[in-house]
Every structure is written in structure tokens, then in C-alpha cells.
């Protein structure tokens, strides 16, 4: 089952403009992974933020967590036509194991 | 490039027939997951291996099992393969941390006709 769901669904930007895109979780979590896919493909880890943790830069990216919500957001600035791309957040459990938990992904569209 | 490498990269297979599917770890990884992706959806998480023994498993029925080889490489089988079985199969390579990012192969595409 899929842990959370992500908002918006799909979204088509221009390049340069910035996107920002949600997620939402159901249990209690140890920490939220950011993860991106192309075509398909297998994924990329781009960012990881802990349950302790409420903002995170990495470059273009910056993503936040409100655990008392269950929500996080990504934010990408002055995307690229390369950011096109799917958009996956997945959750690891406090109780057991390290299982990522995806939610459904949002899909991003960048035009140039 | 993520240093996890997945074969085949695609394949058909025919209902009811049984399939493998491979997985080399990254260099000095020692938990292996495997995932199934339905086209539109996540992944989801079907079981994960550590130093040889299963560590944990989704809500995926017995016909899914797997290995993982003391290289830490590892192997999925599915058995009398379903329609709905048709999915791209992700496999991720880490350390058994919770903190610890996940690095993905490219996937199996698998299509059950």
C-alpha cells in the first residue's frame, strides 16, 4: 500500500519558474526521502531529511517537513527543461526496518 | 550511474510461468530491496534481504521469494506469474541504516502475456 500521496499530481512549468510540489504521510516516521525518476527508469536520491529536521537545501532543491501535519514539500528554483521528470516521496518508519514507502509521484513537465 | 546493475532490462514472459530476476549491489552495500512499479503508480515495497535472510516484507504473497549471495548480490523470483505481475522491478542497494539513502538500479521491465 502506498504510504502518502503526492500534490499535484502533474504539473507543467516554464524553465526558470519554480515548482513546488507536496506530500502527504500516514505514520510516524523516521525520516522523508525526496527520489526522481526518468522515463521510467530507476531512481535517484536527492535529498533525505530526519523527523527532527524542518528545512533542507541542496542546491536548486529545498525541502521541508512538518510532522505534525504528516506533510513535506519540495521545492525546485529556476527549473530546467533537464528537471523534467517524475517526483517521488518516500517515508522509512520509526517501528521497524528500513522499507522506503512511495507515494503515487508527481510528474513534472519543464518547457523551455 | 549508481553502481547497481540489473538484469534483464526487459523481458516477456507467458501467464503462469516462473521468472528470475538479477541484481548486483553497490560495492560494499549489505541490504539489498527489491520493488515493484505499476505503470501510473510508486513503488512498492515487495521484501528486503540482509546479510543473506529476509528482513523484512511487503504485502506480496509467497510466490514472490528472493537471495541475496554472500557478494551480497541477489536474485527475485516470482512463480506462476499473473497478469498483474507486468511491472518494472527496482532493485536498491544500502547500508541496513535507516538514514541511509537507497541507490537504485534501472530496473527490469516485465511483461506477463
Known amino acids: 500500500s502506498q504510504q502518502g500521496e503526492e500534490d499535484p499530481q502533474a504539473l507543467s512549468i516554464q524553465e526558470g519558474e519554480n515548482a513546488t510540489m507536496n506530500c502527504s504521510y500516514k505514520?510516524?516516521?523516521?525520516?522523508l526521502q525526496w527520489y526522481r525518476q526518468n522515463s521510467g527508469r530507476g531512481l535517484v536520491h536527492l535529498i533525505l531529511i530526519r523527523s527532527n529536521e524542518r528545512e533542507k537545501h541542496s542546491g536548486r532543491l529545498r525541502v521541508t517537513l512538518d510532522t505534525s501535519k504528516k506533510s513535506s514539500s519540495l521545492l525546485i528554483t529556476a527549473s530546467r527543461a533537464a528537471d523534467t521528470a517524475s517526483y517521488f516521496c518516500a517515508t522509512v518508519a520509526n517501528q521497524a526496518g528500513t522499507a522506503l514507502i512511495f507515494g503515487k509521484g508527481t510528474t513534472l513537465s519543464v518547457s523551455s | 550511474e549508481t553502481g547497481v546493475t540489473q538484469s534483464p532490462t526487459h523481458l516477456i514472459k507467458t501467464r503462469g510461468q516462473q521468472v528470475t530476476l538479477r541484481c548486483s549491489s553497490q560495492s560494499g552495500h549489505n541490504t539489498v530491496s527489491w520493488y515493484q512499479q505499476a505503470l501510473g503508480q510508486g513503488p512498492q515495497f515487495i521484501f528486503q534481504y540482509y546479510r543473506e535472510e529476509e528482513n523484512g516484507r511487503g504485502n506480496f504473497p509467497p510466490r514472490f521469494s528472493g537471495l541475496q549471495f554472500p557478494n551480497y548480490s541477489s536474485e527475485l523470483n516470482v512463480n506462476a506469474l499473473e497478469l498483474d505481475d507486468s511491472a518494472l522491478y527496482l532493485c536498491?542497494?544500502?547500508?541496513?541504516?535507516?538514514?541511509?539513502?537507497?541507490?537504485f538500479g534501472q530496473g527490469t521491465r516485465l511483461t506477463v502475456v
Open positions: 505514520t510516524s516516521i523516521n525520516n
Open positions: 536498491a542497494s544500502s547500508f541496513l541504516d535507516r538514514r541511509s539513502e537507497a541507490f
